[in-house]
């Protein structure tokens, strides 16, 4: 039995000392599998979300009104956590060399620091953050009008309703503190 002779492609791979079966790789693996497609979606959401939250840290000081418990993260686990401050826990790559310049990189800014308007303060890393929550400023002003009109009815009815303050009424009940520096270790 006489075998095919190698065809031009294969001659010139061969040339170049590939093999015909190297050639044909890259366009076997252009279609991705399914988990290729979803490690990529969740690797875009990440660095998606990490810069979502670098651009609210870098927001703090320019417009504080939107730390006031209106932004917010969403934990995988369900809860809430309002943000009064955040800032990234290893915002700084390490100038060294080959692979530990690399895996520096790797972690550079995947954990942030986020105090709440409380004076909760949670270290969490992006894997533990499913997204980012914001009230718009006419929701944060249509329930503030609705807060103040509950008061006002309650008042107008001889004193209290008897009910405790429930979601922006009671976040607006909480005493306001001045925002300082977030603390710097975890128990204080």
Not at 131 to 153: C, F, I, N, S, W
Request: overall charge negative; charged content about 20%.
């Amino acid at each position: 039995m006489q075998s095919k002779p190698p065809s031009r492609s294969a001659q010139s791979a061969g040339a170049r000392g590939r093999s015909a079966k190297a050639v044909a790789r890259p366009n076997a693996e252009a279609a991705l599998s399914v988990h290729a497609v979803l490690e990529m979606r969740r690797l875009y959401w990440s660095n998606l979300l990490r810069d979502m939250l670098m651009g609210l840290a870098a927001l703090q000081d320019k417009q504080p009104e939107l730390f006031d418990g209106r932004s917010a993260v969403l934990t995988h686990q369900g809860e809430r956590i309002a943000i009064s401050s955040i800032q990234p826990v290893l915002a700084l790559s390490m100038a060294m060399p080959g692979p530990q310049r690399e895996a520096s990189l790797a972690v550079q800014c995947t954990v942030f620091r986020i105090q709440t308007p409380g004076g909760e303060v949670f270290t969490l890393p992006l894997e533990e953050i499913r997204g980012v929550h914001m009230l718009t400023a006419e929701l944060v002003d249509k329930l503030q009008k609705l807060a103040d009109q509950e008061e006002d009815e309650s008042e107008g009815t001889g004193g209290s309703s008897g009910h405790a303050p429930f979601g922006f009424a009671a976040f607006a009940a909480l005493p306001k503190r001045p925002p300082g520096p977030p603390p710097e270790h975890p128990s204080e």
